[in-house]
């Protein structure tokens, strides 16, 4: 039986960015994913914002163009507000190539990573894992997704509050479109949440999230409902993908971390309550998560552990997880369009372009490093 430092389940980009991150503390480890391709069962848009534009470096030749312009439509779809940055606030990723350049950094870095292996639980550090032999692990990082089994495993938290989202990508003619993000708030197609359409220049996304128990006809049948007439979008030539799953919408779980793992990403509740955006939060937490688990095992102070602290990270978006409950209790026509008409005066434009352009979509974990991690994402 092969023994390893840490074993990462799940090769997303949070797991793929803290293996990185581990595995250049000189730490051996593995990443083990059910997938056999990183191209397949792809959940997210792939939308990054500003900030993690900022902050990280992501790889320029997956990203595309830059979006300023968000506009806000009521169940109506008629007479959107329109809301324009003078920066950049959005860039929507080619997200299999993200992927793809994330293992081969974290593989660069020394971590191992093996596809179509299944996490199959865990016992005494030994994890057991469908299509290769057993592996004893000294601490295991769950990046398993918002319903994770390693949560439950471990004895952590584990997401409650969850909408499921569905997509469809479909091919554009590059030069086609005017770079935009339409965003439908409409109980009927998407209760507690929205439609949306954005491209990334050669791919047009078209999807609709809301909570389950009120999507009595099915995601799948909204969504293609939806589709029918999306603003922003037509489409001659019919999917090329389709995406989706549960996205966890409880904000950061309170318990994290103990002696034998931690989670993140997804897994963690590591996605803005109130926006459902989840890519920058796995990113930042993953540079936590690495930090914390290498002092860790490097130590063997529980005080490394008190360092992943969900209640702390919660205490400081108060205000998204009230608004994430105002936003769940719009579930008719009429409080729809009033919500957006609220929004179109001076107050309600400002309130709405900070949500959408502002920094604020979720907390810094910078104050909680006790010593600097290295902050960048691409392969060194």
Known sequence: ?????????????????????????????????????????????????????????????????????VLLYPPSRRDPIRLTSDRDEYRVADMPGVYEHARRAAESAGARVVLGVRYDGSSAGVVRLEGAEPVRARFIVGADGARSRVARDLGLDVNHRLIVGAELVHTIASGTTTPAFHCVLDPRVA?????????????????????????????????????????????????????????????????????????VGDAAGAVSPLTAGGLDPCLRMSELAASV?????????????????????????????????????????????????????????????????GDGSFPDTDPLLARPVVNRYAAS
């Open 191 to 263: 209760p507690g949440y929205l439609g949306w359409v954005i491209d990334d220049g050669h791919h047009a996304h078209v999807g609709v999230a809301g909570y389950p128990d009120a999507m009595r006809a099915g995601v799948r049948h909204l969504l293609e409902e939806f589709a029918a007439d999306a603003p922003g979008h037509a489409d001659p030539t019919g999917p090329v993908e389709r995406r989706g799953g549960p996205i966890p919408v409880g904000g950061v779980l309170r318990r994290l971390a103990n002696p034998a793992g931690l989670l």
């Open 293 to 357: 688990a290498a002092g860790w095992l490097r130590t063997g102070d529980q005080h490394e552990l008190r360092r992943y602290d969900g209640q702390a990270l919660r205490g400081r978006f108060r205000g998204r997880l009230l608004l994430r409950r105002v936003l769940a209790g719009v579930r008719s026509h009429a409080a729809a369009e009033a919500a957006v008409a609220a929004l179109r005066g001076r107050a309600g434009r400002a309130a709405a372009a900070r949500v959408l352009f």
């Open 1 to 69: 039986m092969q023994t390893v430092d840490v074993l990462v389940v799940g090769a997303g980009l949070a797991g793929l960015h803290t293996a990185r991150l581990l595995a250049r503390h000189e730490l051996n480890v593995m990443v083990v994913d059910r997938r056999r391709s990183l191209s397949a069962g792809i959940r997210t848009t792939g939308i990054f914002v500003r900030r993690t534009l900022e902050d990280f470096d992501l790889p320029d030749h997956l990203l595309g163009p830059g979006v300023r312009d």
